[in-house]
């Protein structure tokens, strides 16, 4: 616990450290506002098929891979990266506003597009300027330190989750909506007054990277896809099941002491198994979770279920993320983007394959189960083989 207390008191008091945590607290505020009753919004209110909320949620995907991989791939050699989320936010701006004024598919689509486009490498340039600051002041606690800001986007979400349910309640799904168009709004200004680094240019880091893995790559592209089924298809099955889409905003809430509690316990437990022990844990708590809701559950055990889900995401979204940006340690920004690309399309597969069960039915998350379990052998297989290959190192030497 000395040294959990220790590493906190050096965080806080890293350059810019606190800011980064606040925009990006600020930034998931607005965000949770509209996540979890985005796709009843447009189910409801726009009165759009399930096709076609797939579909919008496919396209905009598409271009927000574009966009994000492409600045991804330049932003390593731009000296000041603070430009970038700025301009992203000020177009996302722009894009609620047109999604708030649509009636139709096409107004949906078109609004959608313009607000999601660049909003990928909004996380991942922040993450990008974040590792790149801490490596400079505090090379020791750079993992953590990316945990807790992660952390930070995962409480300032689950308080955005809760505000938009009583915003709902209160507003309806317009007030909902002006919450996000807020929550985009204050990233902005938090940014424009963040002083950045000077001489933030790519420098070879001394930390120890991640060997490149193709095959790890694609089993948390598997695990991701099944939470990005999860992601959508969660709260039109709550919906269904138990007709109050305001709780499952407390439903996706309660997880958020549970996140910040596990993304700090599993960034020490890194350093003592290893990365992808790690991961393999995140997934069989998956595993538990999504069969609890393929079995069309009570209530009470969706709730109850949510802190095994939330080790699970704790594992997805921090140790994950600092996996693959270790794979490419010395190219910061282009490998936070591309742990954004794989999520983002991990959730455009995700949100296509639940097309082979008809209807919206709990059976959705016989999917999921399925890509996590082989995620889960694929990974069991490639630390079985290095496990095999340490021992016979020790052998021989």
């Known amino acids: 616990m000395s040294k959990i207390t220790a590493d906190l008191k050096r965080f806080v008091g890293l350059n810019g450290a606190l800011s980064l945590l606040t925009s990006i607290f600020v930034y998931g505020i607005g965000t949770g506002i509209l996540a979890p009753m985005n796709a009843v919004y447009m189910s409801d209110s726009l009165g759009l098929s399930k096709g076609e909320i797939a579909s919008i949620f496919s396209i905009t995907l598409l271009l927000n891979m574009m966009v994000t991989l492409g600045v991804g791939i330049v932003s390593d050699r731009i000296k000041r990266k603070k430009g970038l989320p700025l301009i992203a936010s000020v177009i996302c701006l722009a894009g609620l506003i047109v999604y708030i004024q649509a009636d139709?598919?096409?107004?949906?689509?078109?609004?959608?597009?313009?607000a999601m486009a660049p909003s990928g490498l909004i996380m991942g340039?922040?993450?990008?300027?974040?590792?790149?600051?801490?490596?400079?002041?505090?090379?020791?606690?750079?993992?953590?330190?990316?945990?807790?800001?992660?952390?930070?986007?995962s409480v300032?979400?689950?308080?955005?989750?809760?505000?938009?349910?009583?915003?709902?309640?209160?507003?309806?799904?317009?007030?909902?909506?002006?919450?996000?168009?807020?929550?985009?709004?204050g990233l902005f200004?938090?940014?424009?007054?963040?002083?950045?680094?000077?001489?933030?240019?790519?420098?070879?880091?001394?930390?120890?990277?991640?060997?490149?893995s193709l095959i790890m790559l694609i089993a948390l592209l598997m695990i991701s896809c099944?939470?990005?089924?999860?992601?959508?298809?969660l709260p039109l099955v709550f919906n269904e099941l138990f007709k109050r889409p305001d709780l499952f905003s407390y439903l996706w809430s309660c997880q958020a002491v549970f996140e910040l509690l596990f993304m700090t316990l599993t960034g020490y437990w890194v350093a003592?198994?290893?990365?992808?022990s790690i991961i393999f844990l995140g997934g069989a708590c998956a595993v538990v979770a999504y069969a609890v809701y393929a079995a069309?559950?009570?209530?009470?055990?969706?709730?109850?279920?949510?802190?095994?889900?939330?080790?699970?995401?704790?594992?997805?979204?921090?140790?994950a993320m600092g996996y693959v940006?270790?794979?490419?340690?010395?190219?910061?920004?282009?490998g936070a983007s591309l742990y954004i690309v794989i999520s983002q399309a991990a959730s455009l597969i995700g949100y296509l394959l639940p097309f082979t069960v008809k209807g919206i039915s709990p059976n959705i998350f016989f999917i999921p189960i399925v890509l996590v379990t082989a995620a889960l052998v694929i990974i069991g297989r490639v630390l079985y083989t290095e496990n095999k290959q340490a021992s016979m190192n020790t052998l021989n030497g």
């Open 226 to 233: 099944a939470d990005a089924i999860r992601g959508l298809y």
């Open 296 to 319: 069309a559950s009570p209530i009470g055990l969706f709730f109850a279920v949510q802190p095994v889900y939330s080790l699970s995401v704790s594992i997805l979204y921090g140790v």
């Open 325 to 334: 940006q270790r794979m490419f340690i010395n190219y910061t920004g282009f």
């Open 125 to 153: 340039q922040i993450f990008a300027m974040a590792r790149s600051q801490f490596s400079k002041q505090a090379e020791s606690i750079v993992e953590i330190a990316m945990l807790w800001l992660r952390a930070g986007f």
């Open 104 to 114: 139709d598919y096409a107004g949906a689509l078109a609004g959608m597009a313009i």
């Open 156 to 185: 300032g979400f689950f308080m955005g989750l809760l505000l938009g349910a009583n915003l709902y309640l209160v507003t309806g799904f317009q007030g909902v909506l002006w919450g996000n168009v807020a929550g985009y709004a």
């Open 272 to 276: 003592k198994y290893g990365s992808k």
């Open 189 to 212: 200004l938090l940014l424009l007054f963040y002083r950045e680094v000077a001489g933030d240019k790519e420098a070879k880091s001394s930390q120890r990277g991640e060997p490149f």
